[in-house]
């Protein structure tokens, strides 16, 4: 049973600062990693999706990395701003099973 | 192009009642997937409908259950509701991968924040 992991819980920050955000996951054979943002009380907003074959994926200030072998993902934000706090969820496809999510990093920026 | 809504955004029921969830996916998508949130938890995963049919479901008693319309709306129903029932229920819409679930990138819904008594 695929079991997907995020360290830390929670992350308080200054502005401006580089940030990692972590997700494992126990089973290697996967389809795709998902990354998704959740505002309060809302919905989820994907960012990246990285597929298998891939090794990262980048939008605007956002970088997403895969390492299937080690059941790892990260994502890297730079130069943080007050506007990306939000929770961080991770999610991980299988392809013939549903996504599997973490409990996500709620991430705090200090402006 | 439409983003996936859902309604209504907030409902307050009682224990024992039971209660009816929408969802209209994204124009285009033909698969529905719901999703459950606890408070402080990763979503978990119902079910999923792929063109009117039920492809998919999580660990979820009968009591949660789903229909899927033709022009891919969606609802979800649930009986008997449970004080553990209280959750943001998900709804995501996606196009289908050949022969199994659809995994690719789902687009999420707001939610409905459901509160049971």
């Known amino acids: 049973k695929q079991e997907v992991t995020q360290i830390p819980a929670a992350l308080s920050v200054p502005e401006g600062e580089n940030l990692v955000l972590n997700c494992s996951f126990t089973?290697?054979?996967?389809?795709?990693l998902q990354w998704f943002r959740q505002d309060p009380g809302k919905g989820l907003t994907s960012l990246l999706l990285?597929?298998?074959?891939?090794r990262e994926q980048t939008s605007g200030r956002l970088n997403a990395s895969l390492d299937k072998s080690s059941g790892r993902s990260t994502l890297y934000i730079a130069a943080s701003q007050p506007g990306d706090s939000a929770t961080y969820l991770c999610a991980v496809g299988s392809g013939n099973t549903p996504l599997v999510f973490g409990k996500g990093t709620r991430l705090s920026v200090i402006a | 192009e439409t983003g996936v809504t859902q309604s209504p955004t907030h409902l307050i029921k009682t224990r024992g009642q039971q209660v009816t969830l929408r969802c209209s996916s994204q124009?285009?998508?033909?698969?529905v997937s719901w999703y459950q949130q606890a408070l402080g938890q990763g979503p978990q995963f119902i079910f999923q409908?792929?063109?009117?049919?039920?492809?998919g479901r999580g660990n979820f008693p009968p009591r949660f259950s789903g229909l899927q319309f033709p022009n891919y709306s969606s609802e979800l129903n649930v009986n008997a509701l449970e004080l553990d029932d209280s959750a943001l229920y998900l709804c995501?819409?996606?196009?289908?991968?050949?022969?199994?679930?659809?995994?690719?990138?789902?687009?999420f819904g707001p939610g409905t924040r459901l509160t049971v008594l």
């Open positions: 995501a819409s996606s196009l289908p991968l050949a022969g199994g679930l659809s995994t690719d990138t789902q687009y």
């Open positions: 124009s285009g998508h033909n698969t």
């Open positions: 409908y792929y063109r009117e049919e039920e492809n």
């Open positions: 990285i597929q298998s074959s891939q």
């Open positions: 089973d290697s054979a996967i389809y795709n």
